[in-house]
């Protein structure tokens, strides 16, 4: 079992930055591949942004979300740079342990809570 805790979500304006972390417990978190992804209200959870162990990563936010991890501290990081209202949504971590990068919620094991992010206009 992997237990997974999200947190550094929040209220910020257009353009602002948030960082999200997502701190892993359980099962070795160097050999798990993470991803973050995002849902608002009435849709399917996105995908957007995800990390092998290796640090190889994919995102959906090109330019704006970026993906890291450090794996001494099983934590895995989300730098949320130059926020839309559009990004506004409940952001979840997820675990999944084979090695390539699912983009879809169904290819993940393991999800936190999830932690809100509110971007205002």
């Known amino acids: 079992q992997v237990q997974l805790v999200e947190s550094g979500g929040g209220l910020v304006q257009a353009g602002g930055s948030l960082r999200l972390s997502c701190a892993a417990s359980?099962?070795?978190?160097?050999?798990?591949?993470m991803a973050w992804f995002r849902r608002t209200p009435g849709l399917e959870r996105e995908f957007v942004a995800g990390?092998?162990?290796?640090?190889d990563n994919t995102d959906s936010v090109k330019g704006r979300f970026t993906v890291s991890r450090d794996n001494a501290k099983n934590t895995v990081f989300l730098q949320m740079n130059s926020l839309k209202p559009e990004d506004t949504a409940v952001y979840y971590c997820a675990a999944r342990r084979l090695l390539a990068i699912a983009t879809t919620s169904d290819g993940y094991d393991y999800w936190g809570q999830g932690t809100q992010v509110t971007v205002s206009s």
């Open positions: 359980g099962r070795t978190f160097s050999g798990y591949t």
């Open positions: 990390i092998t162990w290796r640090g």
